[in-house]
């Protein structure tokens, strides 16, 4: 594998604040991603206290029936001691999901290393699964490459009630022939088989999305310690209890500050993330017909769409005695995260970072700051095979990434016209049409009845011409196939759909390909933090 990295031509405005405006990254963030800030983050965490022991062990329990590496073992054991935590997350995706969720853990791993050697103390990798988000829709589907585009594969299994991923079975024979499916459109490899076997295997094993999602993820990762917990595991929720408390008795001043630190943002010429509200209550309730999001109204919480309705107190005593049915939205997620965990380091997507934009306040209100905000590493995958359909194509990563392949295609194949051939073709169209005016002219003085089948004839003749044209561009393109295969080839694999190949593909589509060392591998590279796309040669 090589490494090499590019500047994207579509930048995103609220990245580039936080990369390059002082006094932007000030005014919505806490701590820089510099040696003092993690210096400054860890000192505050020294300060704070952690239920540690409960903590590791609600770890350690989850983790259990997905097997727990030695070093995973270790990880822990430092949790209940000072371990500080390098976390990020993602919603559990069929097949891992799409290739920047172990972009995400290999960013997560990675900078845990870092830190523990820069600091001299115990940092950890931790990955948070949302499994408590009820959008299966987000969750059941990958992509595969076919034709130069990418083709979404969605796993077809009706659900009704908004239930959240890890309350929410999948049919195991219908996900076993959905994943065959997929594996057999990536097409047979050495590495096919064994992949396939383990997948399958992990169907049968697992039930819902969530534990399917782990145990992939868990496998991928073992040699690395990553330690995963799901969001809605209910001995987590039971840990969460007092904090699930604060949040009911703060819900008001946090909801203002949201919406205020968003008015703002949006004040600076960015998009708002999360259209907040003052009444927004950033909280879930699990009702009997799904997971509903609760608002403000009146002193009470409520959700009028299935008609729920508790006051402050009857909220405490839910967070109390039932913490499993409270869930918390994507405002109120970053701060229980930081409750629970000691987080040095926080490692998410543009998308999260720019809703953590707005709740700085949001943490000072629950006594605490907001930890160092690490932009995940953002990679694409570069084959051989991509690599020399680039250089015979002569085309620029650049020019892939800014979307000019279409126009480059068009182009070429402008290029291989039979210039010749369109001229006779449009002459014969133009000699034919004066002859047909000419009868015309002739059929209207003698026999205006024919009109209308000699109407039908042109059209006719004229239908042929079009059939005629189609024919010699498909002939150009047949005998300038192999080219016309590297344009696809560059499209589907590199920017399928204008979009980056790691929000589409799953890692499976590569590992098909270079095997599941490829996770190792990746893990090796010496990428930098600095925003830039990371261009990896395979």
Known sequence: MDLDTMELPKKNKLMEAYRHDPQFFHKFFEYEMTPIGYEERAAELQRRSFQREQLA?????????????DLAA?????????????????????????????????????????????????????FW?????HDINEINHTYTAEAGKAM??????????KTMASDTHYDQKEMTVYIRKIFKSYGETSY??????????????????????????????????????????????????PYFSQMIENTEAMAKSIYYAEQQLHTYGHAKPIESEEQDANLFYVHDTGRVLLRRKDGKFINEQVGVSFTEQEMHTIAKNEPWLLSNNVATRPIMQDLVFPVLAFVG???EIAYWSLLKEAFHIMGINMPVVVPRLSITLVTRQVQEALKLTGTTMNQVMNYELPELLEKWQEQQRDEQFDRLLAETKNQLQMQYEQLQSHLEATDPGLLQLLDKNLQFHNSQFEYLQRKKEQSILLKNHVQYERFHIISEQLFPEGSLQERLYSPYFYMNQ????MIDELLKQPYTYNGSHQLVFL
């Open 152 to 161: 979404k594969r969605q796993f077809k299994q009706p659900t009704i009630l």
């Open 129 to 133: 699964i949302a499994g408590e988000d």
């Open 349 to 351: 997507g543009p998308g």
């Open 57 to 69: 062990a609600t770890v350690e329990n989850y983790m259990k029936p997905f097997g727990i590496s």
């Open 192 to 241: 096919t088989q064994k992949l396939l076997r383990d997948v399958l295997q992990t169907v049968e094993q697992q039930q819902n999305f969530t534990d399917f999602f782990t145990s992939l993820m868990n496998d991928l990762f073992t040699a690395h310690g990553l330690l995963f917990m799901d969001a809605a595991y209910k001995p987590l929720r039971q840990l969460e209890s």
């Open 514 to 517: 270079f095997g599941e060392g």
């Open 74 to 126: 270790r990880y822990i054991q430092e949790l209940s001691e000072d371990a500080l935590v390098v976390i990020g997350g993602q919603q559990a995706g069929v097949l891992t999901g799409p290739l920047y969720s172990v972009h995400k853990a290999i960013s997560v791993v990675l900078l845990a290393q870092k830190q523990r050697k820069e600091l001299g103390k115990s940092v950890v990798p931790v």
